[in-house]
């Protein structure tokens, strides 16, 4: 008999009857692992991509252990967005059809707050939400979170990109400590690691294997000191004249100091961390894919969900602490049939490390010599953003703008690179050479009949 038939599991028949009316009989890899454990009444730490069938994985242990004639709040679980927790709570509701009467409420920012406080008033088994509004509802005492026994972190590292940390942490301080925590992931950031420490007990980690392509990425690891490594980088990016490229940093810390460098040494580069705001962040991000930035000093946590195609270089300032993370990070480059660059600066400290990145990747690395790269000229990134302070509210378009732009005949509809309008801007890159012209023609001229204020992002 396998072992991956849910019959297997110490759960109701009702329950196995509803999985079977709805298709499931074998367990996803990530159901087979986790379900046992958490069954069992383990905290987990479940590495697990999307599409996994991570819902269920949860869902049935928390309805599993579900007192439904009492009507408290008993399961709470966090999503990083809205779209996210209707998800999980649509599907839990399927899988909760075992048994009548169970309700599953989500609370959601962007919807109005007396409908949720009403339903809480009425009684939820089971809430999932995002951590702003579940907090919205405790702080005006309309959610009672001192039965939950089953708290459940979905897609933690997205929680946790988007700033969520201290808001989970509160969260987490109104609820029993005699509880079950299971925690979902699809990377281990070292921000997990410290977030489990400090809510869990004893978890345990469970992790699908991923067969994934091999992409062709040059791999590349030059020695260095700390105090040659700034000049070393620079030298790196210099040598590749990447105009996309990100370089990892273990800290925050050292991201800012490292886009200061090479900030001040001439390249366009900008530091993104999760102290950002999120208006900052998506215009970091837009100049970088316009091609505004050539440089994104990251950590990995800042870099997460940011999905850049055509990176033409990976560069690690600091070997990873998880050799994992290095997979992670050098498989950003090389993406869709192309070749990428990844090279990592290591110092004598370092060393030790790397026999562990050989194991993962499964072949020893090669090592380059700093003193063979060529000394090329500092290069410029290809555009130049300006930011109107006007977007879909304003009815704006991108036509609006290519109009404005080209309007004298001066700039050629080639030289504007990408427009990305957003509700209250718009960001258009344009060619180097021409976009102070375009700022005075956005500056003095008008778009749907009003002049609107413009920035040159430079
Ligand atoms: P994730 O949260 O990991 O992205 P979901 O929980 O949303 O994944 O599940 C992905 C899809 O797989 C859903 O459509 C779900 O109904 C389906 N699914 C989950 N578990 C099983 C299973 N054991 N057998 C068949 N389909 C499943
Ligand atoms: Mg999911």
């Known amino acids: 008999m396998s072992s991956k038939l849910f019959s297997n599991l110490p759960l109701e028949k009702a329950m196995i009857d509803n999985l079977d009316a709805m298709g499931y009989t074998e367990m996803t ?4 692992q986790s379900l046992p454990l958490s069954l069992a ?9 999307t ?16 007192d439904v004639k009492k009507w408290k709040v008993q399961g709470l679980i966090m999503c990083p967005t809205r779209e996210l927790a209707d998800q999980v709570a649509e599907e839990l509701r399927r899988l909760a059809r075992f048994k009548h009467n169970i309700k599953i409420l989500t609370l959601c920012g962007g919807m109005p707050l007396t409908p949720q406080r009403i339903s809480l008033e009425h009684g939820a088994h089971i809430v999932v939400g995002t951590p702003g509004r579940i907090q919205d509802h405790i702080g005006k005492n309309t959610l009672d979170l001192s039965n939950v026994h089953t708290l459940i972190l979905d897609e933690a590292d997205r929680m946790l990109d988007m700033g969520f940390l201290d808001d989970i942490k509160q969260i987490i301080s109104h609820m029993p400590s005699e509880r079950q925590t299971l925690l979902f992931s699809a990377t281990y950031p070292e921000e997990i690691n410290f977030l489990s420490r400090t ?47 990100i370089i990892f940093c273990n800290m925050k810390i050292t991201c800012d100091e490292v886009a200061e460098y090479l900030y001040s040494a001439g390249l366009h580069a900008v530091a993104l961390h999760g102290d950002l705001d999120q208006k900052e962040r998506t215009e970091m991000l837009t100049l970088f894919s316009n091609g505004s930035v050539s440089v994104l000093v990251a950590t990995d946590v800042a870099a997460r969900g940011l999905d850049i195609k055509d990176l033409d270089l990976v560069v690690n300032y ?81 036509g609006d703008i290519v109009g404005a732009i080209t309007s004298d005949n001066t700039i050629n509809g080639d030289e504007i690179g990408n427009i990305n309008l957003t509700a209250m801007r718009s960001y258009v ?13 956005i500056r003095d001229g008008k778009m749907k009949g009003r002049n609107f204020r413009v920035h040159l992002l430079d």
């Not at 890899?29 to 087979?32: G, P």
């Not at 599409?51 to 579900?66: E, P, Q, R, W």
């Not at 991923?210 to 590349?220: G, N, R």
């Open 41 to 49: 009444g383990e905290d987990i730490i479940a590495k697990a991509k």
């Open 51 to 66: 599409g996994s069938g991570k819902t269920a994985a949860f869902g049935l242990s928390m309805l599993h252990k579900l």
């Open 429 to 441: 890159a344009v060619d180097r050479a021409k976009a102070k012209k375009a700022f005075n023609l």
């Open 318 to 398: 600091e070997i990873p602490n998880q050799s994992e993370v290095y997979v992670h990070r050098i498989g950003r480059t090389g993406r869709a049939g192309k070749s990428g660059i990844a090279d990592t600066l290591y110092t004598p400290r370092d060393e030790r490390k790397i026999p562990e990145i050989e194991e993962e990747i499964g072949e020893s690395v090669n090592y380059g010599n700093v003193d063979s790269l060529k000394h090329n000229d500092l290069y410029r990134a290809k555009y130049v953003t300006l930011r109107i302070d006007g977007g879909k509210k304003d009815k704006l378009r991108a």
């Open 199 to 245: 809510i869990m007990k004893n978890p345990k980690s469970v992790s699908v294997e991923e067969h994934e392509e091999k992409p062709d990425i040059v791999q590349t690891f030059y020695k260095t000191s700390e105090s040659q490594k700034d000049a070393v980088l620079l030298n790196l990016l210099l040598h590749h004249q990447a105009t996309s490229a």
């Open 29 to 32: 890899a990530i159901q087979e």
